[in-house]
């Protein structure tokens, strides 16, 4: 899918984003405190309706186009209940099956300016004909996803990423060890590697174990920003046993002059982050939606030269990236630059275009963006 705006409103946080809109890669800029990782954070709540868990407060819509050309047009809204803090406070206890479910008081889907799914609270409308009655909390795009009408779309949702932390739990909870280790001494095609949902890194790993030329081509580029590195492979520790994390196979890097492959968790967070980078835009399907949050962490001018360039050129993906450092934000056209602006709790986004910024050339852009009132004096009151 790719995503061309988005209207948001979180009613128990009394947050809200004005209506944004975004291209192929999407820069978010802005001072700290402005709102940037809060987008972020509400496109990301959008696919988690979108899989039917309920969003109280939530107020959404969103215009977004499929593979195949279909335009789309999705909003609805959730009624407001249990109170912010006690719903976070009982999430981080692990007691989700314990807060009170909201109902979506409305919900529409249009393809092509068509109404395709239209509810209330009290009744569900498909392509016109009433339903049976259906779950009130998850939304129609969860309940009605095996639906010829609906399947784009669910599916769309589904090719929306964050980009990844590599944490252990993270991996665990998407694949079992048993499935993984199944997959990577059996192998698979790689087209259904590319269209699972299994996290970048393993993707790799089942790459470079049974599909060397594709493998070859991420391990040239990451060569690129790493000169001192003469090999890259996924290696499973001696001491791996049978259904634990220890059998998913670990990145390794071979130095120019070392004896020893160096293990993972001595490998720099830079140098991690860089090969995540060039998996993530080489190893998802065409329609990924990649959510990239503070992009400049870690990385040094040489992993940001790589990566920005091949974020630039990547084909078939829809980058959303925030950051403020202004090495990123130098290293990357500001025709591709969003302003991000905040008045009370009301979040807004500008082109440059209406900034009257110069894209001609990025470090005079640059210079204009951060003289700006309006990048300078970011955060208002209401």
């Known amino acids: 899918m790719r ?24 820069l978010l800029v802005g001072v700290s405190g402005v709102g940037k990782t809060m987008i972020l954070d509400a496109v990301w709540r959008l696919k988690m309706i979108a899989s039917g868990k309920p969003a109280n407060g939530v107020e959404w819509t969103v215009a977004f186009s499929t593979p195949s050309g279909d335009d789309y047009l999705w909003s609805g809204e959730y009624e407001t209940t249990l109170p912010l803090e006690g719903s976070l406070w009982l999430q981080q206890l692990g007691f989700d099956d314990d807060i009170e479910k909201q109902k979506i008081i409305r919900e529409s889907l249009h393809r092509n300016g068509e109404i395709v799914v239209e509810r209330d609270l009290s009744e569900i409308r498909l392509a016109g004909a009433k339903t049976p009655k259906l779950s009130s909390f998850e939304s129609a795009l969860s309940i009605l996803k095996e639906e010829e009408s609906i399947l784009p779309v669910s599916e769309g949702f589904k090719r929306m990423i964050r980009s990844e932390t590599y944490k252990e739990d993270e991996r665990y909870s998407i694949v079992s060890p048993s499935e993984f280790d199944r997959l990577w001494r059996e192998g698979a095609p790689l087209q259904t590697i590319v269209t699972s949902e299994i996290p970048s890194r393993l993707k790799a790993a089942l790459v470079y174990q049974h599909h060397p030329t594709e493998f070859r081509r991420i391990k040239d580029k990451f060569m690129e920003a790493f000169e001192q590195v003469e090999d890259v492979r996924f290696e499973v520790p001696a001491t791996a046993r049978p259904h634990f994390w220890h059998e998913y196979p670990f990145l390794q890097i071979k130095e120019k002059g070392v004896k020893d492959w160096v293990w993972f968790h001595q490998i720099s967070s830079g140098m991690v982050k860089t090969f995540t980078h060039i998996s993530e835009m080489s190893l ?20 940001i030269d790589l990566v920005s360039e091949e974020l630039q050129e990547a084909t078939g993906l829809q980058f959303i990236v925030t950051s403020h450092h202004p090495y990123i934000i130098n290293s990357i056209s500001p025709d591709r630059w969003k302003l991000v602006t905040r008045k009370g709790n009301v979040v807004s986004t ?33």
């Open 3 to 26: 995503i061309e705006s988005i209207e948001y409103r979180d009613k128990a946080i009394d947050w809200t984003l004005d209506r944004s809109t975004f291209s192929d890669l999407t």
């Open 350 to 382: 500008h082109d440059v275009t209406d900034l009257h910024i110069n894209p001609s050339s990025r470090q005079k852009a640059f210079l204009q963006l951060i003289n700006l009132e309006q990048y300078r004096e970011g955060i208002q009151p209401a």
């Open 284 to 303: 998802w399907p065409r329609g990924t939606v990649v959510l990239i949050d503070e992009f400049e962490n870690s990385l040094g001018t040489n992993c």
